[in-house]
């Protein structure tokens, strides 16, 4: 029996200090997967524009009707008319990156694209983007974050925020989703503040799912 457990004692130091290695080699690397996210497909904003409103008119301006009722012309018989001047051309949508900005990510939330706040919890009750999810790195690599991340979609877009300007909590949690094969996360790179800032639906309290529970 001794020997038994000192063969599998030892094992379960090497392979702790292999992993230690490990770990400090990868801190010594410089991939861009270690310092930030990795830059996102594409993603076409055109399935998230809502056509203009078309406001209704029950009469055509070029033909006015006549007291009778009749349609009239409204040039001269023998008057050359004047061909309207071109319309411009609509100009397709932009397809972005990863970082998107305060208006475009209002698109996605339009079209119930999913919003994942990355904050900490009381920085979420306090104010947040409604129905924003509340997950951090912390939490899915703790295994805290299961609950919240079973109703994110790998393939979907998924808007990951946090407080903008110098805070990398956002970047740092969608660093993990990718590791982890979600493809469509964008991160909101203004952050909360500006959300809030431009007047775009916000919400106070706990969150109804996860929160790191």
Avoid at 104 to 111: E, I, P, S, T
Wanted: glycine share 10%.
């Amino acid at each position: 029996m001794a020997p038994s457990l000192l063969v599998r004692a030892a094992v379960v130091i090497a392979a702790g200090l292999l992993a230690g290695v490990v770990c400090a080699h990868l801190r010594e690397q410089k991939s861009p997967l270690l310092l930030r996210a990795k830059e996102a497909a594409p993603l076409d904003m055109t399935p998230y524009l809502k056509p203009a409103p078309v406001s209704p008119n029950s009469s055509d301006p070029a033909t006015p009707a006549s007291k009778s009722g009749e349609p009239q012309s409204p040039i001269p018989a023998g008057t050359a008319s004047t061909p309207p001047p071109p319309q411009p051309q609509p100009q397709p949508p932009p397809k972005v990156g990863l970082h998107i900005t305060v208006a475009q990510a209002k698109l996605l939330f339009d079209n119930k694209i999913a919003f994942v706040d990355s904050r900490h919890l009381e920085e979420y009750e306090a104010g947040h983007v409604e129905n924003a999810f509340l997950l951090s790195s912390d939490d899915v690599t703790g295994g805290k974050g299961t609950e919240v991340l079973g109703y994110l979609d790998k393939e979907a877009p998924i808007v990951v925020y946090c407080n903008g300007g110098m805070c990398d909590a956002s970047e740092n949690l969608v660093k993990v989703l990718q590791v982890m094969g979600y493809k469509g996360c964008r991160i909101m790179t203004d952050g909360y503040p500006e959300w809030q800032k431009a007047g775009y639906p916000v919400a106070t309290g706990k969150p109804m799912i996860g929160g790191g529970g």
